[in-house]
């Protein structure tokens, strides 16, 4: 079981836009702004989405945005295209005893 | 161009070690933060370590401390992980990853990644 709950599946049509939640606890999410993103395309390595909640790292497309509320975290992807479909995972400093905690990953289909 | 490339994966029988390295291009190595975080197969992503941009500071997932150690050599712009005393359970692809914070605390996110080499933990 992860730290950090996601659903396990979203899907959209292309063109609309999708938000995948993260929720953590007061301990994780709740309590540092280094939440972070991550994009995984099947038997590819991860790929760096949105960290520290909202930053989008250069070159990746402004229609991924990142936001936090209390200890729910957001992704949102707009304007749905066919090469977002994939595993998307958040992310989230923890404290100085377990530093770091993954959410279980959430797939995304684009209808 | 900013490359990682991990090597030393294989299969090895528990309870034997294996030590995994990272080579760092295209990048001043030692101004950054450096990662392991491993994948067991069809699951989802595990943070295993992380070494400060000086080797000043490092951590460890509850589930391999005490049998894996992260080190680097900055003058050969790798990174390692010493994987001591393996279990069936630590059966993963390992990636090393960059943090992207310069020459200050680590932000816990991983910018740059390697393509991963595959530990087997099989008698």
């Known amino acids: 079981q992860s730290a950090l709950t996601q659903p396990a599946s979203v899907s959209g049509s292309p063109g609309q836009s999708i938000t995948i939640s993260c929720t953590g606890t007061?301990?994780?999410?709740?309590?540092?702004?280094?939440v972070s993103w991550y994009q995984q395309h099947p038997g590819k390595a991860p790929k760096l989405m949105i960290y520290?909640?909202?930053k989008r790292p250069s070159g990746v497309s402004n229609r991924f945005s990142g936001s936090k509320s209390g200890n729910t975290a957001s992704l949102t992807i707009s304007g749905l295209q066919a090469e977002d479909e994939a595993d998307y995972y958040c992310?989230?400093?923890?404290?100085?005893?377990?530093?770091?905690?993954f959410g279980g990953g959430t797939k995304l289909t684009v209808l | 161009q900013v490359q990682l490339v991990e090597s030393g994966g294989g299969v090895v029988q528990p309870g034997r070690s294996l030590r995994l390295s990272c080579a760092a291009s295209?990048?001043?190595?030692?101004?950054?933060?450096m990662h392991w975080v491993r994948q067991a197969p069809g699951k989802g992503l595990e943070w295993v370590a992380v070494i400060w941009y000086d080797g000043s500071n490092k951590y460890y997932a509850d589930s391999v401390k005490g049998r894996f150690t992260i080190s680097r050599d900055n003058s050969k712009n790798t990174l390692y992980l010493q994987m001591n005393s393996l279990r069936a359970e630590d059966t993963a692809v390992y990636y090393c990853?960059?943090?992207?914070?310069?020459?200050?605390?680590?932000?816990?996110?991983?910018?740059?990644w390697g393509q991963g080499t595959m530990v087997t933990v099989s008698s």
């Open positions: 520290e909640v909202s």
């Open positions: 992310c989230s400093y923890a404290g100085s005893s377990t530093h770091v905690v």
């Open positions: 007061s301990s994780d999410v709740g309590s540092y702004n280094l």
């Open positions: 990853a960059r943090d992207p914070r310069f020459r200050v605390a680590t932000a816990y996110a991983f910018d740059i």
């Open positions: 295209g990048f001043t190595f030692s101004s950054y933060g």
